[in-house]
Structure formats: C-alpha cells, structure tokens
C-alpha cells in the first residue's frame, strides 16, 4: 500500500500541473482512499501483538492463520470499498466514513500499545534488568506509539469537527495539513521496518573491520 501511494506521487503532480486529465484524478482519488484505510492494517498488527502479550494463552489457541487470512479480505474488502467510493464519488463523499474510521483505529492502536507496555513494565516490577528481549520489544512498541501520536492525533483532533468549518477552510487548511502529516507514515514505517532488519556482515560503503565483522568461535572448556 505504501508502495502504490507513493508510486502515485510523481504521477500526482504533474497531472496537477501540467496535465489536469480526469482519468487520473480517478486514480488519484483512489491512492488517497488506500492511505487513509492504511491504518486498519495498523489496527490488525496491534491487535495481534496485544493479544500475544497481554493474553498468551488465548493467543496460543488462535495461532492458525485461517484467522488472520480471513481478517485481511474483510479489512482488504472494506479498503477497495472506501477507496472507490472516494475515486468515483469524491472526496466529499467519504468525509464522514473517515472520521469514524480514524477514531476508532486511533483509540484502539493506542489501547492495544499501552496495554502491551504495561504489561512488559509490570512483568518486571522488583527486578533491576529488564530481559534484552523485553526491553526491545518495550522501545520499539514506544517509538510505534510516538508515531501513532505524530500520524494520527491531528486528523483525530481536526477532521471529526470538518461541520465546523467553512469549506474553503476544510479544503485549503485543515485538509492539506492532516493529510500531509498522515501521508508521512508512508515513509516512517518503512524506514522504522529498515532499522529492525539484520544488516549483512560486510557492505560495500559500510565501515566493517575483519575481526569486528566476523564472529570468533568461543573456546569451550569443561
């Protein structure tokens, strides 16, 4: 999905400054109906990662992926129906869909996150050292949770009250600000994915040295 949006985006502005065909529009307006479903996704992914910490015995009897195949056509289903409604009936036309769709993804993504530090907090009351694991999965779900805020809050705090405002307000101000911190998500979480991947030993343009790069065999004594 980030791939396509941002794939539309050169496409975006020469149709706007130069082109200006219609049948593109179409297209546009559906590249921005698949960005502003995007973080139903994000809903999924946090619901899975609560359900496996703050409940793992539950999680261990879900483990089949029927489940998750399933949430996704339904989620995959309900993206294509928003986006084409927005592409073929406008933007105006979805206006009221997306402020209940980003509420409750919102209030949900951060249920679901502070739930998960609490639990990870709490699993380590009276000990000094949090376990290394832990305490990766405890900063990553913080920097995922400050994203959310960053992503997020605006259109949460702004879009809902679109009724309001004027329409050349809603359309030149508050429209073209929250949609421009959200369309930053498109690559924050990629470049946040490229930070938890294992980097190869040696890369060219990378600074390793032989001994740091490879690992020595440890000398085991009985």
């Known amino acids: 999905m980030d791939t396509y949006f941002c794939l539309m985006g050169p496409i975006d502005m020469v149709n706007r400054l130069v082109l200006d065909h219609q049948g593109i529009w179409y297209f546009q307006r559906f590249a921005y109906g698949v960005k502003d479903t995007g973080p139903l996704f994000l809903v999924c992914i946090c619901l899975d990662r609560y359900v496996a910490v703050v409940h793992p015995v539950l999680f261990t009897g879900i483990r089949d992926n029927k489940i998750r ?6 989620t995959w289903a309900l993206i294509l129906a928003y986006s084409l409604t927005k592409s073929i009936l406008g933007v105006m036309s979805v206006n009221e869909v997306f ?20 639990v990870l907090r709490r699993s380590v009351a009276g000990k000094e050292v949090m376990h290394p694991v832990k305490k990766k999965a405890f900063k990553m779900v913080l920097v995922i949770l400050g994203i959310i805020f960053v992503n997020y809050l605006p259109p949460v705090a702004l879009v809902p009250f679109f009724s309001y405002y004027t329409f050349v307000q809603f359309r030149c101000q508050v429209t073209i600000s929250v949609f421009a911190i959200m369309d930053l998500s498109c690559s924050m979480e990629p470049l946040l994915y490229m930070t938890k991947m294992d980097r190869p030993a040696c890369v060219p343009g990378w600074c390793c040295a032989g001994e740091s790069s490879v690992k020595k065999p440890y000398e085991v004594k009985v």
């Open 99 to 118: 402020s209940g769709l980003i509420l409750f993804a919102f209030a949900v993504m951060i249920y679901c996150n502070l739930s998960i530090i609490w």
């Open 69 to 74: 195949i399933g949430v996704s056509v339904v």
